[in-house]
């Protein structure tokens, strides 16, 4: 896997956007919600910015969507490269418990913050306008049984709801039952000759689901680790060009405004399920197009493997799991402080940066000390419980 540590720069970037997307998302909402009355601009430049693909520096359902089709192309590619079914059976058994440790540790530092009245998004809503947005989270009693509850069951069952320790949670059981998806293909199927028409059908039953991500990841690593000759095909740079800028057009499609009056309404289609249908399979087309680009490309592959990028790969779970708790608490406090004393832009500049300097320390500490043991622990628990009998 040491070959593909470029995916780790394009989760990295990724994850990273998702971060910035929360951050304007409190400041300025307007990004999100297109309405004149959100704006913190006279020139309402940041209105303009939402119905644009300009929107991709905070675009974080496509950040998402990256996640997931990356999720069902890693998970599977060391199967269509060794064709080893042990690593498969190994990893769906070690999935949950890789998951939950780190998802669990999460929670714990939200009920602690929530049970010492230290989240302050109430009033930062009071300060950014973003009523809409940050008053619906940590308002409500914390309880120790029920936050072990939704950290071990219902996140990975149920999804989770506004009473939720950490909201950025809703991704787990998308990838936790989409990771099972794309192990039971494998074992089922990974080797039969006729598996892309097996891809297909899923395709179009999942088609209207973030599920079909990964079989698109699974189907990319699938034609990458086989060397199909749709790899040979964009090997001309003006193709790879159109397919990388169609795949962040598609990536751009705005995630909360309305679509009927830009250029995005020519790509919401009610059978999709209307505008946030429309959203989620053109965000996954984007995602998977330009993963798909990447795949092909040595200078894209050299990009990603910077070493920062690889750095904001190695903390990109920890970084996503933290970040959340750390704005709504920190950043709050902060921005509240500030407010008395300097201007609205200048304070959010100062508060992001500071903010985001604690979000990196404290998620390469959770990525050392309990992302990274949930793993050891998971092979260990693998190690003793199932593969000794």
Request: charged share 15%.
């Amino acid at each position: 896997m040491n070959n593909l540590k470029w995916l780790d720069g394009i989760r990295g970037l990724a994850a990273l956007v998702v971060v910035v997307g929360h951050y304007l998302c409190a400041y300025y909402p307007s990004v999100f919600t297109g309405s004149v009355k959100d704006s913190h601009f006279d020139g309402l430049i940041d209105v303009r910015l939402a119905d644009t693909p300009f929107n991709l520096f905070w675009n974080g359902y496509f950040a998402v969507s990256i996640f997931f089709v990356l999720s069902g192309f890693v998970l599977s590619t060391k199967f269509f490269s060794s064709k080893d079914y042990s690593f498969i059976v190994s990893s769906g058994i070690r999935r949950y418990v890789r998951l939950v440790i780190p998802v669990t540790f999460s929670c714990v530092i939200a009920y602690c913050l929530l049970k010492a009245n230290l989240f302050f998004n109430e009033g930062l809503a009071n300060y950014t306008k973003a009523y809409w947005y940050l008053p619906n989270y940590y308002n409500f009693e914390a309880s120790f049984i029920d936050m072990l509850k939704k950290s071990l069951i219902d996140t990975f069952i149920y999804g989770v709801d506004t009473i939720s320790y950490n909201p950025v949670l809703w991704t787990m059981k998308i990838e936790f039952f989409g990771s099972l998806l794309v192990f039971a293909m494998a074992l089922l199927f990974g080797q039969l000759r006729n598996r892309y028409i097996l891809y297909i059908i899923l395709i179009w039953f999942f088609i209207d689901t973030y599920y079909v991500a990964f079989i698109f990841g699974m189907v990319l690593s699938d034609l990458y680790n086989n060397k199909t000759v749709v790899f040979v095909f964009i090997k001309n740079k003006t193709i790879k060009l159109m397919l990388l800028l169609c795949g962040l057009f598609f990536g751009s499609f705005p995630t909360v405004i309305a679509t009927d009056k830009n250029i995005y309404s020519y790509l919401t289609f009610d059978f999709l399920g209307g505008r946030h249908g429309s959203m989620t399979i053109f965000h996954l087309i984007g995602a998977t197009i330009i993963i798909f680009v990447v795949l092909s490309s040595k200078n894209f592959k050299k990009i990603f493997s910077h070493r920062t990028l690889l750095f904001l790969g190695e903390i990109s779970f920890s970084m996503y799991l933290l970040h959340f708790i750390i704005l709504f608490s920190f950043s709050g406090y902060l921005s509240i402080k500030l407010s008395r004393f300097l201007p609205y832009h200048i304070n959010f500049i100062l508060t992001f940066a500071c903010s985001i300097t604690i979000i990196l320390i404290i998620s390469k500490i959770f990525a050392k000390f309990v992302d990274q043991k949930g793993i050891s622990f998971s092979k260990v628990i693998y190690e003793k419980i199932f593969k000794a009998h």
